[in-house]
Each structure stands twice: as C-alpha cells, then as structure tokens.
C-alpha cells in the first residue's frame, strides 16, 4: 500500500478548491461508518499527504457520512488499478467503509447520436446497433404507444408534478418553451445554478438533456410530444457523457439536489458500467423521500443492464420500435421493470455548432423509453396525488417507486410472443392510470431473466451486484472495482458485438480486492481469454455500411479503383456484379498462401469461405445491418484481407510473398528503406501482455500512442506541472 499517487497529485494540484464536480478530475468518495468531523479528517490528509493542495468537502448534508475528496485542477489520467489501489490505501489508513475513485471506463460506449459518427467503435456501432432514422412515422407515435391520449383526454398532463432531470443540461429549445423549472434547476459540475447545456464537441452526449426533457414534457403546438405537456422538467447538468463512462459521484449529487428540491420523480437517461455506494445510498435517500426514479436500461451492451437500472431503488426501462418488439440496441435483464418506445422517438435537438437553431428529429435509445416512462409517472402521481401515494407506500411497507414499478408491471400491455427480458410488457399509461390506487398489490417477484449458462463472466457479475446488495463481508470495500473489473472482462469477451476497448491489456485488479478477492469475481475474471481488443477495421465517417462497401469493392491500393475513388452507388454495383467474383477469387488466394504457410485456421477460414457471398450480397444490397455474429466476423474477415497492410521481414528483406503482404506486396517491395526502418519497431509489453507497438526514435528515446503509455504509466498533470509515474511494472520493448 502506498500514497505515493495521491501525494503526487497534492503536489501539482491547485491552491485553491474549484466549486462543484468538473468531469475528468482526479475525485475519490469516502464513506464512513459514521459521519465523521470534516475538518479533523482534512487536517489528518494534510499530513498524509504532505500538503494541503486539495479539497475535502461533505458530499450532501442528507448523507453525511460522505465525503469527497478532490484535487484541484488535476485531471484524471490514471490507470484504474492506481486509482482503486490509491482508494484502498486511504480504507485502510482511515479506517473507512469505502473509497470510490471516479472513473472513466477503459471501454468505448454507444454514441446517443448515430449520425455523430466519429471513431471505428462508432461506426461499427451504429451497424450492428442503432438502426436507420424514419422520418414516415408520425410525430406522435411514441405517446400512443404507451396510451396516454385518453389521459390526456381527461386533463390530466401531470400539472403540479415536478421531474427532476440529471443529464448533460438543457440548451435554448422552442419545444422546452413552458417545460422548464429552472427555480430548482442545478449544475453539480460548476456548483452553480446554471444548467445550460454547453454543446461542446468535448462532450460525449452533447445536447442529449435537450431532447430528454422534451421526451418527458414538450407542450404543444410542437413536432415532439411528451408523455407529461403539464409537467415541469428540473434540469441538474452533472456529466458530459450518458453512457458507461460517467463519473458517479456528481451523479450522486445530482440525485441529492432532486430530493432537496421537492421532485417528484426523477428521470435518470443515463447508465453505466460501475457501482457506487454514494450513488446506491443517494438513490436509497430518494426513494425514502417518496420520489418514483426511472432509469434507462442501457444501449448496446445486451444483455448487460448497467447500473444504476438495475439498482432495487429504481425502475429500469428497455425499449422498443412502433411494431412493440424490442429495439434492436436495448439491453434486457431481470432488472427490468417494463419497456417503452426507443426507436424513432421525435425528439428536440441541439447541437455543436448549429448557431442556436433547434431542430426536432427521431432518435433512439432507452433514454427515451425512460423519459416517456418518466413523464407517465408524473401522470400517475398527478392523477392519485402526492401525499395519497407516499401514504399508501408507508402503509404498505415499500417505496413510492416500488408502488408505481407494480402498478406498471400490472398494467404492462403485453404483445403475442412477448421475449423475456424485456420487462412486464409495454407501458399503459390509460391502465395504469385506471388501477385504484388500493389495488395495487404488494411487489411481486422480479422476472427472471438468468444469464446463459455458458456466459461465466455474466453469472459472476450477477452474482457479484446480488452480493453487494446484501452487504456482506467485503463486499463495501471491493464492490465497486470488481463490478468494474467484470464489466470490462465481459465487453472484452464480448467484443465482436462491436464494443471496442482503448487497450488490448485488460485492467488489473488492485492489490486490495487481490487480498480480498470475493468468490464470484474469482470465477468471473478466471473465465477471461484474455485475446486482445477487438479492433474494427478502418471506417471513414461517412456512415459504416457505405464504407464497407467500398472497402470490399476497391481495386489494389493507390489505383483508380482504391475506396477513395469509389462512390457509394459504384460499389454496390460492384459488388453486384463482377466485384464479388474477384472479390472471393482474391480471398481464396490469400486464404491458399496462409494454409501453404501453415498460418491460421484451416475450420475457420473455411466457415469463413462459406458465408462469404451472402455477406458480399447483403453489402451491395445495403443490408448489413442484418448480418448476424458469424456474418459480422466475416465481414471483418473479409475487409482486413481486402484493405490492411501488413507484411513480414525476413533476414532484412520485405517478404513480397508473405500471405498476408496481399495487394500491398507490390508496392512494399519498392520501398527500399523499409527494411532499415523496421528495425526501430518494436512490441511493448506490459509483464509479459502485449500493450502496443513502439519506435525507437533515435537518443534512446521510444516514441508510442497515447494510450499505451497509459497503459503502463500515470501521469498527474495540474496546475503544477505532470508528473509521469512508472511504476506499475515491468515494461519492455522487444525489437
């Protein structure tokens, strides 16, 4: 154990405490067993520390047995295992229930706008995951799908009702026009009380609370119909990202604010891939406030439902399309509740750089299942009254939220050929409106939904969420690092669904959970392969299933017929015709050279061959959005032999017959230098695992990317100075 991180981060650290939570600052939440005196423990961490460049501060008066601790202006750029390495010192040191760093996930999440394509994970995302807009519906669909036109019809559009919104903030909308309370509207990013969306690109989400609080309660005359037009949206901006990578701290607090402000439900769009006790006991404080919490179940990760969905506090919504089947992005699970419409869902929209012209659009994704769900809660409440429900809970012995979560999963509207975990059914606003309030009948037990037998990792993850619950043994100190640790092993494990990772070095567990390593996270951790990230072939922003089309009808590289020169229309028509002929001609011939190499396969390039030409087909018929795993892998197979570079040096001689030099070996052998130049390249590993590739750069110096210095070092970077650390073992490059 040491504090030689957190000392190096109090010594470039600012000054001065900078107000609310900013996003990628280095933060840790320490938990208590009692609450303790905020001045003696920030005294005691001066001189732990050597210093007092730091701010430690109550996370809410409602919980006081939290505090934050925060280090002024130094941005997170620390490895996981440092930060719940560092989280464990301070346990044992202070004698603490727990310490949570905040912490972004080392694995890439959906993006809220497919159209907002901008890296690999994105495009190869938006195939296998979001699915093409359709302006045809109509703009009210979504609301008649969960059946509040004849609550409307009877004035109930949740006037009086308060829905608090923690999200990325809201931006100027004409749909917003009337919706907003900005009385009780927070920013637990700034501290302030301005929730105004900035829509930078720097963001992950950005504009994405504009077009939840619509779903939730534009007012006409609009295109966008939200479930509540009488409600009142609260927004409380508290992060820049909605998926897996959210810090939960000022989420946390966000959720605080809510309960401070008298919100009668809160509308929680967000999820990701970490548990947190603050955020747990902030979710517990506000069910006991009588508030109903909603949160989406997640996007892109079936059959993964992220937290906090999945939490006993709160109603997790999946979501469906206009033809009540699920949406093809929607994570399922025994955690959910019901669903809800999240496929071309019209929505209002802003964006970076669009000078402030609001534009309505269909979108997709469970945030909006949660939204609508949302704003039928403030129908329900405003319908029963307030007080009448929070006593009627008291009398029962459950939460408001478990009250309305019943009386949903009794009124679901459930289709023929319903599947299972995807909740009771759809949403009935009118039925769910028309069940009096004295027979609703106690909780009923949640559907089961078991992960597969054969998926380890997600038994353990299940089992791990189920054992935090109960509070057992160590499972407050090492919970929220092993819910990490599994949720990073299953995406990796997983990673032909279309999840990429920033690193093929899987994250390692800190020495605290090794010593108290739980059972489940054992089991879970031993069934990773642990075969590196997987890795979408080179995708130009123009839209992936464009892109793969001419990626696999481009002629040899750097001719007139390379995908740079092709359009979208003459690659499918290659691809319909001769294309595809010479398309598997030149991939039998590679697949011969590596077999008369004795490299790869033999099985799998065989399956591979078979499912070939229906790939090629579906490319030219622009249908890659149906191709299932095996015709994914395929597809992947087929690009890299295509289009990716790669060649062997043999005795200082480029190998022009290499199997997998392909097209490129023409033109690699007329580089004459390239021999010399390959002996400055070299494999970095990280304790033996491989973590990217390096390049000597003369001086003894090796230059490599980013992320895989992170890989293997820290940097502490401030207002006083960046300090590199190198120290989380045994580095080599390899020639």
Same mark, same amino acid.
């Given at each position: ?10 010594? =470039? ?5 900078? @107000? ?44 006081? #047995?939290?505090?934050? %601790? ?20 301070? =346990? ?53 799908? *969960?059946?509040?036109? @004849? ?81 009142? =949206? ?9 998926? $897996? ?58 059959? /993964? ?6 939490? @006993? ?43 402030? #012209? ?28 307030? #007080? ?53 009948? @106690?909780?009923?037990?949640? +559907? ?36 990490? $640790? $599994? ?14 990772? +920033? ?43 464009? #892109? ?61 061959? +078979? ?21 994914? *892998? ?6 890299? /032999? ?41 494999? *970095? ?11 000597? *750069? ?24 960046? %300090? ?6 045994? =580095?080599?490059?390899?020639?």
């Amino acid at each position: 154990m040491t504090l030689e991180l957190l000392v190096a981060a109090q010594s =470039v650290a600012a000054p001065e405490a900078e @107000p609310g939570l900013p996003p990628d600052r280095l933060r840790f939440t320490l938990e208590y067993a009692s609450p303790p005196d905020c001045d003696a423990q920030r005294t005691r961490l001066a001189g732990m520390l050597g210093g007092d460049h730091f701010s430690l501060e109550p996370l809410d008066p409602l919980l006081p #047995q939290f505090l934050v %601790l925060q280090f002024p202006g130094v941005r997170r750029r620390v490895s996981p295992e440092a930060l719940f390495d560092a989280a464990d010192t301070l =346990v044992e040191e202070m004698q603490l229930v727990s310490a949570v760093p905040d912490i972004r996930a080392s694995f890439v999440g959906a993006p809220e706008d497919p159209e907002r394509v901008e890296s690999v994970a994105d495009a190869f995302l938006t195939l296998t995951c979001w699915v093409a807009k359709d302006e045809a519906l109509p703009d009210d669909w979504a609301v008649s799908a *969960i059946n509040v036109k @004849p609550v409307w019809a009877r004035g109930i559009t949740g006037q009086g009702v308060l829905v608090a919104q923690p999200d990325t903030g809201v931006a100027d909308h004409p749909e917003l026009a009337g919706a907003l309370d900005l009385g009780h509207a927070w920013n637990t990013l700034t501290g302030t009380a301005d929730p105004t969306d900035p829509l930078s690109t720097a963001m992950g989400n950005p504009g994405h609370g504009t077009a939840t609080s619509s779903t939730v309660a534009s007012r006409a005359p609009g295109r966008v119909f939200g479930a509540a037009p009488g409600a009142k =949206v609260a927004p409380i901006r508290c992060l820049d990202a909605v998926v $897996l990578g959210l810090d939960p701290t000022p989420v946390a607090r966000a959720i605080l604010h809510a309960v401070h402000a008298g919100a009668d439900v809160i509308s929680m769009s967000l999820g990701g891939a970490l548990y947190s006790p603050a955020l747990a006991a902030a979710l517990k404080t506000a069910a006991r406030a009588g508030i109903v919490i909603v949160s989406a179940a997640g996007n892109c990760v079936q059959p /993964i439902v992220v937290y906090p969905a999945r939490d @006993p506090n709160v109603v997790g919504m999946a979501g469906t399309n206009h033809l009540d089947k699920p949406w093809k992005g929607t994570s399922r699970g025994r955690q959910v509740a019901a669903a809800a419409p999240a496929e071309n869902v019209r929505v209002a929209r802003r964006k970076p750089g669009d000078n402030g #012209q609001g534009t309505t659009e269909p979108s997709q994704g469970t945030s909006f299942a949660t939204a609508l769900t949302a704003g039928v809660a403030a129908l329900w409440v405003q319908h029963l009254g307030r #007080q009448r429900v929070r006593d009627e809970a008291a009398r029962i012995g459950i939460t408001v939220t478990d009250l309305f979560r019943t009386a949903l999963k009794a009124t679901a509207r459930r289709p023929a050929g319903w599947p299972q975990g995807m909740g009771a059914g759809i949403v009935d606003a009118d039925a769910l409106l028309r069940l009096d309030l004295s027979r609703i009948s @106690p909780l009923a037990a949640p +559907e089961s939904a078991p992960p597969p037998d054969d998926d380890a990792i997600l038994a353990a993850l299940e089992d791990s969420y189920d054992a935090i619950e109960m509070g057992d043994g160590d499972w407050p100190r090492v919970g929220t690092e092993a819910v990490y $640790l $599994l949720n990073d092993a299953w995406l990796r494990e997983n990673r032909a669904a279309g999840v990429a990772v +920033e690193t093929t070095a899987s994250p390692r567990p800190s020495a605290g959970l090794v010593r108290h390593m739980p059972e489940p996270v054992m089991r879970g951790l031993a069934a990773r392969s642990d075969a590196g990230a997987f890795t979408p072939p080179l995708i130009a922003a123009t839209g992936p299933s464009a #892109q793969y089309a001419k990626l696999l009808a481009a002629g040899q590289p750097g001719t007139a017929e390379s995908s740079a020169n092709l359009t979208e229309h003459e690659a499918r028509a290659r691809l319909a015709g001769e294309g595809a002929g010479r398309l598997m001609a030149r991939t039998r011939a590679s697949l011969d050279r590596l077999q008369a190499t004795g490299l790869g396969d033999r099985d799998a390039q065989a399956r591979m061959l +078979e499912g070939a030409e229906e790939v090629i087909r579906m490319a030219a018929e622009n249908r890659l959005d149906e191709l299932d795993l095996p015709g994914r *892998i395929t597809l992947e197979a087929l690009v890299r /032999i295509q289009d990716r570079p790669a060649f062997r040096v043999i005795d200082g001689s480029v190998d022009t017959d290499d199997p997998l030099a392909g097209d490129w070996a023409p033109f690699l052998g007329l580089v004459v230098d390239l021999p010399d130049w390959t002996r400055s390249v070299g494999r *970095i590993d990280l304790d033996g695992t491989h973590i990217g590739t390096g390049f000597l *750069i003369g001086g003894g110096r090796v230059m490599t990317n980013r992320h895989v210095l992170e890989a293997c070092a820290d940097e502490l970077a401030g207002p006083g100075g960046s %300090l590199w650390r190198l120290g989380r073992g045994a =580095v080599t490059i390899d020639f």
